[in-house]
């Protein structure tokens, strides 16, 4: 059954660095999202992705955050300047797009981001 | 701002019985509800949903139930499997979704 990966499973940086999550979402999904759930707390939507554009986001998702689909293929989330509540298990997931926001979203492993 | 809430950290139930997980929401111009399980160390994983239009979507084992004047989203599982104990997350959309804490559920054998 196809699935959606994300890449690293766990991704340690300093204070102020870049980041970069990636995510190679189900091949023909039109729809792309990322989430995060920092410890303890709900998961967050951040974004999500069509047609090479974002189609919404939310007050998280502020200028440090880029979202890109580089080729056919991957999905990245770029952290720009990382800061401690950073910190947060992020989730790639992907939809068919045959039905908009109703589509059953695919959700990726996720990426542990820790920042020191 | 908690748009979603699930009022119950954890549930256990006994293999066999029936659980429910509850969930509330804020916000009336919601469309559309789901459920998504998830196991430690791997993403939600999608479960049922339900449009705002109907009060009942059945799947199997898992019934949702949507009760738009109450705000109030629940999600039956019956009977109950071992293999069931996760935690539980419902979301309600409108362009964007919003998860509630989660329901972390466990059935005893």
């Known amino acids: 059954e196809p699935e959606v990966t994300q890449t690293p499973s766990h991704q340690v940086t300093q204070m102020g660095q870049e980041v970069i999550l990636r995510c190679v979402p189900i091949?023909?999904?039109?729809?792309f999202y990322w989430y995060r759930q920092i410890l303890g707390q709900k998961v967050e939507f951040l974004v999500s992705?069509?047609?090479?554009?974002?189609?919404?986001k939310s007050e998280i998702f502020d200028d440090q955050f880029s979202v890109e689909r580089p080729d056919g293929s991957n999905f990245t989330l770029k952290i720009r300047s990382t800061k401690l509540e950073d910190s947060a298990m992020y989730f790639c997931?992907?939809?068919?797009?045959?039905?908009?926001?109703?589509?059953?979203?695919?959700f990726g492993p996720g990426t542990r981001l820790t920042v020191l | 701002d908690q748009q979603v809430k699930q009022n119950s950290p954890s549930l256990s139930v006994q293999e066999g019985r029936i659980s429910i997980l509850n969930c509330d929401y804020t916000?009336?111009?919601?469309?559309?509800f789901l459920w998504y399980k998830k196991y430690p160390a791997e993403g939600p994983t999608f479960l049922i949903s339900?449009?705002?239009?109907?009060d009942k979507n059945e799947d199997g084992r898992f019934t949702v139930f949507l009760n738009k004047s109450a705000k109030h989203l629940s999600l039956h599982i019956v009977p109950s499997q071992p293999g069931d104990s996760a935690v539980y997350f419902c979301?309600?959309?409108?362009?964007?979704?919003?998860f509630g804490t989660g329901t972390s559920l466990t059935v005893i054998p």
């Open positions: 997931a992907s939809s068919a797009g045959t039905s908009g926001v109703t589509d059953t979203q695919y």
């Open positions: 091949s023909n999904h039109l729809y």
């Open positions: 992705f069509y047609n090479n554009e974002i189609s919404e």
């Open positions: 916000n009336s111009m919601f469309d559309y």
């Open positions: 339900i449009s705002s239009i109907k």
């Open positions: 979301a309600a959309s409108r362009n964007q979704f919003y």
